[in-house]
């Protein structure tokens, strides 16, 4: 346990890990009666299955709260804060970043597989430059043609080298994107 979660809140590590998926808590849901805490897309798909229970002490749950969750916000503050140990490789790791971390620990990949739709390959530095505005543009890995944004980097390998058989990774999946957002986010209302 770390001392600076026990000195925080009194929150555990148990507690940053959602009990239907049991992986470190994305998009982490309250819910109001019991105040059982999910991933957004776990809870999401319960709800789906069950109607109207919560997934893990079967506590009513409203129809608006089915529809739309409550965000944990508070929870997601303390993730940002706070370390954890990869079940794997026992290197500590901020809880929100914790999933990222399981996609690139060799360990945790041979343990549980590989859970990143595409395969790992590095963007070298050399095809990462700056634009006129400063902002950083990509060359695809695979065909050299330059000057991408990230998005249009991931549109571009997603249309023209979607059924090569090359691994690519642009370390851009849903999860990486909806961190970066996050991220920006918090900074800009801090």
Do not use: W
């Amino acid at each position: 346990m770390s001392e600076e979660l026990s000195a925080d809140t009194s929150y555990t590590e148990d507690d940053f890990y959602c009990p239907v998926c049991q992986e470190v808590l994305k998009t982490p849901v309250r819910t109001a009666a019991c105040q059982h805490v999910f991933c957004r897309k776990c809870f999401l798909t319960a709800m789906r299955e069950s109607g109207i229970h919560c997934p893990l002490c079967r506590g009513s749950v409203t129809r608006r709260e089915r529809a739309c969750p409550e965000r944990a916000i508070d929870l997601e503050n303390i993730m940002r804060r706070v370390s954890g140990s990869c079940r794997c490789c026992s290197k500590k790791i901020k809880f929100y970043r914790m999933r990222h971390h399981y996609k690139s620990c060799k360990k945790y990949q041979d343990e549980y597989g590989v859970s990143s739709v595409i395969p790992n390959v590095k963007i070298s530095q050399d095809s990462v430059r700056s634009s006129s505005s400063g902002h950083p543009t990509f060359k695809c890995p695979l065909c050299q043609e330059s000057n991408f944004t990230r998005q249009r980097l991931l549109d571009h390998c997603n249309s023209n080298h979607l059924f090569q058989i090359v691994p690519v990774n642009l370390q851009l999946d849903e999860e990486t994107q909806y961190q970066t957002a996050v991220e920006e986010s918090f900074q800009v209302n801090m």
